[in-house]
């Protein structure tokens, strides 16, 4: 169970960001919300560490460190991976990113008031010896993109996956993926639009579909609260789709979760000459088949947008 919330400020030399509980407070009407329902906010201030905290709950228990204005939440939860503050499911959630990064180090437009969190997975199962690549850890950005749909169904957001790591509602990118990996690692980033969404002059000009966003006026989800749900929900279920069954009886369970599954969408950067075809399912190593010419390809790389 998630117990240890606590807000970080870099000390002096640190590369970590400053910030205090006033400063995110005072960031976005939503994070004045999350600021007050966590609190109190006790200071802590340890000689050894090259950061003060404020705690909220526990001293003990899978932290969730909460910072300002950083460079990216991914930046922030490798210099504490380095520190040996974050151990796994710790995780990091960011008020703002100055240089956010998406897939292929694009930018990811990051303001406050909605989700720019880090999460360091567990340690995937291994596979048959001398299989390359386990067949788990080929597709993890599907099982984090299923997770991340089920977490938010979980909290009355409807959402479906676009392969291979965009969610999207109703047609738009509400929130994307991003996985690195460095020393056997791993970090799995997630971002999801809350209050704000990129007009379409802001978006990369081959982008797929536009940019949407989660809040409305009748629901108004907190971003601290929100990631936290969203881990809580990842950890008691990640360990029952990788124990309890084979990776193609959850492929065939995630296929469904597939935004224009069945429908023909257009294929950019994918194989050579094949620029549409009818998605109809998903390979055991997370490969998406389309359908063409009554010929099934597999398709590894690129994009599907709708024609």
Known sequence: MITRITIISGKEGSPLPKTSPELLFQGHPLWARDIENFSPWNMEDAEYRTYSTWLSGSRTGI????CGSCASALDVAWRLNALEDLPEWGSVIAM????????????????????????????????EPGEPRPVWNRILPLIVGYLTCKALDDIGVKTQLKWPNDILIDGTKVG??????????????????LTYAPERELLRPDHAVPAGKINTEEMQLGPLETWIEM?????????????????ENFIYELADQLVWFGEEVRIVDGP?????GVICGLRSDGGLVVEADGEKHTVYSGSVMPL
């Open 63 to 66: 932290p969730v460190a909460v």
């Open 96 to 127: 703002e990113q100055n240089t956010g990064r998406g897939q292929v180090r694009r930018e990811w437009i990051s303001p406050p008031g909605n989700i720019y969190g880090t999460v360091r997975w567990p340690v995937l199962p291994m596979g």
């Open 176 to 193: 994307g993926i991003l996985i690195e990996e460095r020393g056997g690692t791993v970090m799995v980033g997630i971002g999801l639009n």
């Open 231 to 247: 881990i809580k929900y990842f950890r008691s279920q990640f360990d029952s789709i990788v124990s309890s069954q084979h990776a």
């Open 272 to 276: 050579d000459g094949l620029e549409k």
